[in-house]
Structure formats: structure tokens, C-alpha cells
């Protein structure tokens, strides 16, 4: 069965220390990818995402993620992280598969991010 | 504005009782989709909708109603609450078709069935 695991449940950063969240899918096929985040009491938002092409994706707030396919991996990271980066931090994946891409996505059980003044 | 919006965003109900939370989207999106969120297992998918009348089961479909009478609503109705619905609840919705969109998530609905 497809699945997105996230291995860290709670990270706990200084401010401007370097962020890795890390994000593991299992399917053989082609795959989109994307990274949601929640903010306290808010509903998620997109951070980025990768379809095809570079597999380095930047997205919002200075965050980047990396495709790596040999590793089923898609890794978040941001160089120097703030203390309003203090959020819940999803994984997701959509096998594609044409037209009904869109029916299914897979999310992963989320990175919980605080961050010490 | 574009938006998801849902109501309501807090409720408190007891086992057995109907109840129906309602989606709603100013997108002109065809696909929608609601999820429950859980500590510790992320979102789940419960139900999906393609477009008008065309819905489908997501990962979580029991104890759970859905229609898509309409492009802009898609109601998630629980036809007998049980406490293990007690759960925050996610409408989403994104343009479908070809390529995977971003999916625009709700406010979200925090239930509570005692």
C-alpha cells in the first residue's frame, strides 16, 4: 500500500539553527510531491511542491525541498529557522496516474516544529 | 476573496445525533475532498468529490455521508455520531483535471461527540 512516512514526530530548534524534516513515500510509480504547513489554530497551507524537472524545489519563507528517487525521499530544509516557523510541517504525495491524479492523496503524520527564541 | 469556508468551526454533540458540517468553496473548483485529522496519523482522506454528483471513498468512509448536488458545496454528513468521530475535520478543495493543483484547505471543524 502507498504510504508517506515522516520518521520525526517533534523537533525542537534554536533560532537560526538549520532545519532537515525528513519525508519518505513508498510507490514505484511516478509520483507528485508537496509540503503543507500548519500553524497553530490555522489551516494548512502549501509550502511548496515538485511535478517534474529540477529536484530542487524552493518554495515560501525560504524553505527548499529536495527529490531524490533513488531514495524515495523528499526531504524539507531551511538554512536558518525563526521562531514564527513554529508549526506542524505535512508531507504528501499523489500517485499520477492521468486524469484521476487528483482522487488521492497521501499525507504523511506530520513533523510538530517548535522553535526557542 | 477565494476561500474554503466551513461551518460550524466547533461542535459538541452526543452519539446518535445527526449532524452536518458544511463545505463550501468561491473557486469554481471541481474537485473537493474532506479529511479528518488525528495526533499522530496526519490527514486522512474520507470522501472525494470529481465534480458535481461524482464522489467517491477516500481511506476513512464509514460513518461518513457526502454529496456534490452543487460545484461549490460538498457537505460531510454523519448520520449517527459515535465518539470515535470526535476529530478536526478538513474540507479541501483544488481545480482537478489533468494535473494534480494545489489543494486550498477550510478553517477546519473540531468535533466532539460525547
Known amino acids: 500500500a502507498q504510504s508517506v512516512s515522516q520518521h520525526n514526530h517533534h523537533v525542537i530548534l534554536s533560532e537560526a539553527a538549520s532545519l532537515e524534516l525528513g519525508c519518505n513515500y513508498s510507490y514505484g510509480g511516478t509520483v507528485n510531491l508537496f509540503w503543507y504547513v500548519q500553524y497553530p489554530g490555522q489551516h494548512l497551507q502549501l509550502l511548496l511542491k515538485y511535478f517534474s524537472g529540477d529536484p530542487l524545489v524552493k518554495g515560501i519563507k525560504g524553505f527548499e525541498a529536495e527529490f531524490i528517487k533513488s531514495k524515495f525521499s523528499f526531504n524539507l530544509r531551511k538554512p536558518s529557522v525563526q521562531w514564527s516557523d513554529t508549526a506542524e510541517y505535512f508531507c504528501?504525495?499523489?500517485?499520477?496516474?492521468?486524469?484521476?491524479?487528483?482522487?488521492?492523496?497521501?499525507f504523511g503524520s506530520g513533523t510538530r516544529l517548535s522553535i526557542r527564541p | 476573496e477565494a476561500q474554503v469556508t466551513q461551518n460550524p468551526r466547533y461542535l459538541i454533540t452526543v452519539t446518535g445525533k445527526k449532524l452536518t458540517v458544511t463545505c463550501s468553496q468561491n473557486m469554481n473548483h471541481e474537485y473537493m475532498s474532506w479529511y479528518r485529522q488525528d495526533p499522530g496519523l496526519g490527514l486522512r482522506q474520507i470522501y472525494y468529490?470529481?465534480?458535481?454528483?461524482?464522489?467517491d471513498k477516500g481511506d476513512v468512509p464509514e460513518g461518513y455521508k457526502v454529496s456534490r448536488k452543487e460545484k461549490r458545496n460538498f457537505p460531510l454528513i454523519l448520520e449517527s455520531p459515535s465518539p470515535n468521530q470526535t476529530s478536526l475535520y478538513f474540507c479541501?478543495?483544488?481545480?482537478?483535471?489533468?494535473?494534480?493543483?494545489?489543494?486550498?484547505f477550510g478553517p477546519g471543524t473540531r468535533l466532539t461527540v460525547l
Open positions: 479541501a478543495s483544488s481545480l482537478g483535471g489533468r494535473e494534480y493543483n494545489e489543494q486550498f
Open positions: 468529490s470529481m465534480n458535481v454528483e461524482v464522489t
Open positions: 504528501a504525495v499523489t500517485p499520477r496516474m492521468g486524469y484521476s491524479s487528483a482522487s488521492k492523496i497521501i
